[in-house]
T-cell receptor, first 115, second 113 residues
Framework: DAGVIQSPRHEVTEMGQEVTLRCKPI?????LFWYRQTMMRGLELLIY????????DSGMPEDRFSAKMPNASFSTLKIQPSEPRDSAVYFCASRPQASGGNTIYFGEGSWLTVV | AQSVTQPDIHITVSEGASLELRCNYS??????LFWYVQSPGQGLQLLLK??????LVQGIKGFEAEFKRSQSSFNLRKPSVHWSDAAEYFCAVAANAGNMLTFGGGTRLMVKP
């Protein structure tokens, strides 16, 4: 199994630019999560989807952040416009529906630096 | 709402020594408990999980954890640490199988030769 695939792995962008992070969950998983990791705040859940539908987006920090899941195999997290304080590692994760229970499998992260 | 506390931000142990990483949770009922490990530049990998049954659970890489309801704890242990165990360890809790995880702040483990 290929695991959760995220792109880009690293991105450096200028303040004000749009950033799009991409995620391909593990095939057959029906829940998808976006987490952000910073030194100050640790791991924070931004949003999660069940069956492509956003269930809880209360962790999305501002209107500058948006996430979509147009189909079961793809999701995006967009930041527009980006700011230096958005610099973090963004993890996508997925979870199977059945006997895997609540085990969440993480991608390797997208390391974002906004200058 | 559930919460997780990992009291130790950093721990340093000598290679071959035993290890215990502490985790305390707050939740009214029996939670679902997890330990994840994050190596530098990598994502999080599940070490082990507790849902029910035997309170001592075995995981990968020689790790184990014990659920103690009376202490609201789920400490991670390893009898003999290897240099490759140096990483950051996260404890996490979920209210039920369908709920999302709440992570602790993590404990960074360093291993001395």
């Amino acid at each position: 199994d290929a695991g959760v695939i995220q792109s880009p792995r690293h991105e450096v962008t200028e303040m004000g630019q749009e950033v799009t992070l991409r995620c391909k969950p593990i095939s057959g998983h029906n829940s998808l999560f976006w987490y952000r990791q910073t030194m100050m705040r640790g791991l924070e859940l931004l949003i999660y989807f069940n069956n492509n539908v956003p269930i809880d987006d209360s962790g999305m920090p501002e209107d500058r952040f948006s996430a979509k899941m147009p189909n079961a195999s793809f999701s995006t997290l967009k930041i527009q416009p980006s700011e230096p304080r958005d610099s973090a590692v963004y993890f996508c994760a997925s979870r199977p529906q059945a006997s895997g229970g609540n085990t969440i499998y993480f991608g390797e992260g997208s390391w974002l630096t906004v200058v | 709402a559930q919460s997780v506390t990992q009291p130790d931000i950093h721990i340093t142990v000598s290679e071959g020594a035993s290890l215990e990483l502490r985790c305390n949770y707050s939740y009214g009922a029996t939670p679902y408990l997890f330990w994840y490990v994050q190596s530098p530049g990598q994502g999080l990998q599940l070490l082990l999980k507790y849902f029910s049954g035997d309170t001592l659970v075995q995981g990968i890489k020689g790790f184990e954890a014990e659920f103690k309801r009376s202490q609201s704890s789920f400490n991670l242990r390893k009898p003999s640490v290897h240099w490759s165990d140096a990483a950051e360890y996260f404890c996490a809790v979920a209210a039920n199988a369908g709920n999302m995880l709440t992570f602790g702040g993590g404990t960074r483990l360093m291993v001395k030769p």
